[in-house]
């Protein structure tokens, strides 16, 4: 089976960071693959890890899911890092693992926080 390599944008996987803030993976292409067969999933990941909004946008974004604001407060009075993320941060960044977590306790999956940063 004859391969060749081509590089690919990702953040899920290699993570060598580069001065132009690009991630790069080598992967193989299998016979009858291409380059566009990943740059779909490569643009989707890339998007979703520089996505970001404001604290404000965020907590509209979780109420307009059924979330409620006795819910947020109660969360953010029982988490210190929870309440510093909410109050001080000047953007709130999709990568961060914490949203995944927080959101889940509110039975959130990662694909509505992504609807929430309007990535789908």
Request: net charge negative; glycine share 6%; proline share 2%.
């Given at each position: 089976?004859?391969?060749?390599?081509?590089?690919?944008?990702?953040?899920?996987?290699?993570?060598?960071?580069?001065?132009?803030?690009?991630?790069?993976?080598?992967?193989?292409?299998?016979?009858?693959?291409?380059?566009?067969?990943?740059?779909?999933?490569a643009?989707?990941?890339?998007?979703?890890?520089?996505?970001?909004?404001?604290?404000?946008?965020?907590?509209?974004?979780?109420?307009?899911?059924?979330?409620?604001?006795?819910?947020?407060?109660?969360?953010?009075?029982?988490?210190?890092?929870?309440?510093?993320?909410?109050?001080?941060?000047?953007?709130?960044?999709?990568?961060?693992?914490?949203?995944?977590?927080?959101?889940?306790?509110?039975g959130?999956?990662?694909?509505?926080?992504?609807?929430?940063?309007g990535?789908?």
């Amino acid at each position: 089976m004859q391969t060749k390599q081509i590089t690919r944008l990702t953040a899920d996987e290699g993570k060598y960071l580069r001065k132009d803030n690009q991630f790069y993976k080598t992967v193989d292409l299998k016979d009858g693959e291409t380059a566009a067969d990943y740059e779909e999933v490569a643009e989707k990941v890339m998007k979703k890890y520089f996505a970001q909004m404001t604290p404000r946008e965020f907590v509209l974004g979780m109420l307009s899911r059924g979330v409620t604001r006795e819910q947020i407060e109660e969360l953010i009075a029982n988490n210190q890092q929870v309440w510093a993320e909410l109050n001080y941060a000047t953007y709130i960044e999709r990568k961060n693992p914490l949203l995944d977590q927080l959101c889940g306790q509110f039975g959130l999956t990662p694909e509505d926080v992504d609807g929430i940063f309007g990535l789908n």
